[in-house]
């Protein structure tokens, strides 16, 4: 296989399967995809690799038909094609297989399949059906309870009945988003196996990941992703997984991590071996240790579903961990509500701001002391203070730069960026040793960005300890004394700022790589 | 009292008696299963059982014929559900104060047309309905012991139970009620597949509603010889209670269904004993043990995921 | 992709007092109308019906004071409904908590009969807060530690009190020398004064006011009040703000129940002087809907329960001068409550014109 560096030649054009040209897609406030051009050759698997953020899932739902482009073409087999929906793509022969699979979980195998599947009569022919994926099984050297309901199979056996539904619809080109995200190395192994009988049997296969050995292992050639635009598209032969993760990570760090005025301090955080469970009931957190001083912001990197999430409730309080303790200047809080974890100096910044840190329909003022309400200083007798929380709300509209009309304004009507300042000026304006922040800048623009990153220093050269947990590896290292990086809830390596090495982060993100403490 | 009660003859009547009392119960549980299962909630039901009650009974009244009061009152079902059909599926309003705000308007309703029909009556002179006559099946009426339990009710009684497998075998073995069963669960899924959402529910919800309807008929017409307000004394409720007691699944409901039914037949022949438990406890005991089973079947409720959400396409 | 101008319904980001107006007019003119249609229905001249209406409600002195005797029930379900929706616990057991409340305050009076008469009237009014509170917390219980939903809980307690009422008054509290289920008429030390001499414009009302007033500063003005609005606007970040939510639902259940309980008490100790099982005529969903057409504001509830005490009051007129039965008055309170979801759901919509692509 020739190795093609820059736009696709267009003398294979028979030989593609699917091709996109300057393929555009925006979303408000971000450019997701900008000019891609790649294209997938028959009977090969074609990996797209980058890292959260940077188009992958966008691109290929842009495939899909789930979203329409804003610009650029998509040619199938040669032909241009607009596809409207989903069904369209089902038509064409395109198949895709979510993240966040689109099965019903009460449902077996075979009444998922059949939901989807143009069967004719009232009654449900489930013999036809069981018949046809069970030859399909055959073929391609895998088993299955088809009479399993969904919510009972392992995770790698409902990807599998994922990607039965797309070939018993008729799929040619199949698309597999983050696959083995949720499996275990030996379900992986399957996989790919699966995979590769599917491509000698003339199947296409266009496989988005963050992860190299996987590229390396499986693909034939590769498209990499960074921030919506292509990097380049190498035969997989020629590279290695160095080049890779330079490519993916790219080589400018933005800018470099400002030395604290004062040397870190004392721990206020402790974390030691915490286990815990997500909502499925998996092991989330597999045993997390780490220390927080003051002074300093730690920052955790990793491509998201490897436990931030659980880490992060687990230290506010609203997840119970299941082993490990949390020591808050020294005191154990690993059981505690989140009203005492924050009243021990604990503050934090949410995720989902809207979901999680907001009352939409409270004014500004409001807001600012949600979560402080019983606090003395906002009360006269049993009464809310309402001039005091007024005049409160006036200094952190000022002190914050909160673009707001007057502090009465219901926070509905504020810009994504003014609320996550409103969040800040609550969280940021208390007496705390410590922050958690999880995604402090998702979706927000520059600007924002770059205050919330500068009230986050200035509240680090307070003597507050920071642990930031981003999927923004840019953000991470800009911030960051030291640096975890987290895969599959644990930490994987850890790392002073001056040692930070790009590439080695983003093979830890990637799984691989050695541990480093 | 222990031999009294036991005699086989009292034992054929309670569970006579339990077979019969489960008509109502089962017609509304029925229904509300395959509305629940497409994903809305018909807190109305007991108001939609109602309204049938009452139309049930003013046609037989006006036309004497028992036939049209049954067809009448299953469509008035269908027709008062379309309310909330309306209101939770095209309008996303919240189900439950709909669905309540449709009891009130049945329970006001039917009363304000009963005394505007009946101008000239007192309690006491309401007009009777005949009866729907019992069907005894030939031969099989006739076993000892099972023909007087099974066999020699009416219409409607057997339509009941005949529907238990029937809607079984409509939800879990025909296209639409796959489909159906998609919609309560994942209805964005089934969106995707290129199910008519909207479309699909309102069908579930007007089914619903007929099956109250036929529920509501055999309250009045089929059980006793007139109307009064508030007849239907909270069976609406209590089908809600057996599905999600039966866990959504037909099979369970009948059992449930049967349960309720037994100790509603129970505490009659007790109370016609002499036996000296107050009235009032045994009349309770259905409510009491719906909250019972609310709470032990907590743990394993698997209701369908989408219950009462709106969905809304965006 | 081509730049067609399309029709679409879109959700209105903003539902400001304005289109909540709106959806009000909506349904008072929509159920004005279906009244009419009713009236005709019936036989009877719908101007006729409405004059009739009035005259029965406002259209006099006393009858205007009767009307706001029939209020008073309906104010204290009506808040006690408002401050459980609020935090969204969906109380509806307003009707039970109501009689819990008569029964226990019924006790007091019973077991302390020879108090003088201010200590005996407080203390029924306490013992009435608590009989709800408590009935209410049952709910709340089940609600917290069994995950059991408060709706049909609540419903089933409604249907059981009335049962244990029933078993009460056919035994130990029953009026040997009446042929009916109840008790025998208070004294007169317990009977709750008026508040007009000469009126049946009883004490109840004032505590209605009083009730109002509190928990309109509750909600709006209190640290506990905040924490209620939160948990009902957005569990999610009341949680992760540390507000308790099982110990608020519980705290709402007992509060909301308390005010069924009064309203309990104000119907035997100032309307019908004795406990019998029809001293509610569905107050308790009656204050749903006019929880939800004050818009669950504890100050608009006064004027709403004011409303359909006079729609109540009037009714008879109604039945007397046309001959329309009363009931109908229970429809239109449905219908208003029907017309009035869909209109908020109609104003939240606007029509609006978009490009495709």
Redesign the interface.
Known sequence: MTSSHGPVDSSDGRDLVIETRELTKRFPGVVAADRVSFSVRQGEIHCLLGENGAGKTTLAECLYGFYKPDSGEILYRGRRVALASPRDAIRLGIGMVHQHFVLIRPFTVIENVLLRAQTPGITLDMRRVEKDLESLCRVYGTSLDLRAQIWQLSVGEQQWVEILNAIHGGARLLILDEPTSVLTPQETEGLFQVLRRMRQSGLSIVFITHKLREVLELSDRVTVLRRGRVVDTVSTSAVTKEDLARMMVGRDVVFQVQPGEAAPGRPVLEVRDLRAFDDRGHQALQGISLSLRQNEILGVAGVSGNGQRELFETLIGIRKPSEGEVLLNGEDVTRASPRRIRQRGLAHIPADRMAQGLVLDFSVAQNLILGRQRERMYRRGPFLDQKRIEGFAKEMITAFEILTPSSRQRTRFLSGGNLQKVILARELSRKIDCLVASQPTRGLDIGVMEYVHRRLLEKRDEGVGILLISEDLEEVLALSNRVAVMFKGKIAGLFESKDIQPQEIGLLMAGMGEKVT | MGESLLQAAVVINVLATMVRTSTPLLFGAIGEVVTERSGVMN?GLEGTMLTAAFVGFLVAERSHSLLLAVVTACLAGGLFSL?LAF?AIT????Q???G??????A???T??W???AY?QTTSQETPLVALLKPWPIPLLSEIPYLGPILFSHNALTYLAFLLVPVIWFGLY????G??I??LG??P???D????NVRRLRYLAVVFGGMMAGLGGAFVSVGSVERFFPDMTA?RG?LA??IV?AGNWKPGRILLATLLFAFLDAFQLQVQGVGVQI?Y??L??LP??L??VV??AG?ARS?AP?SLGLPYLRE | MTGRPRWRLARRPVVGPRQQVQALALALVGAALVSALLLRVANADPVAGFVALYQGSFGSWPVAVESLVKAIPLILTGLGTTVAFRGRVWNIGQEGQLYAGAITAYWAYVTFPSLPRLPLILLILTFAMVGGALWGLVAGIIRVKAHVDEIITTIMLNYIVVYILSLLLSGVWRDPTSYYQQSPTVGASAQFPALIDGTRLHIGFAVGLIAAIAIYVLIEKTPLGYEIRALGLNPTAAGFQGIHVARTVLVLMLVSGSLAGLAGAGELFGNHYRLKAGISLGFGYTGIIIAMLAGLEPLAIVPAAIFFGGLVNGSYMLQIATGVPAALVSAIQAITLLFLLGGRAAVSYQIRIVRDG
């Open positions: 807190m309310i209101m309008l996303d309003v919240d439950i104060i709909t309540l705000a449709m009891n009130l308007l329970s006001g309703g009363l304000f009963f005394r505007i101008t073995r025909t296209k639409r796959l489909q069963r998609s669960e994942d964005r899924a089934a995707m597949g290129g199910i909270g409720w809600i209670v999600i107050p009032q406890i009349l309770a409510y009491v719906a909250i609310l709470i907590r698997i995921e």
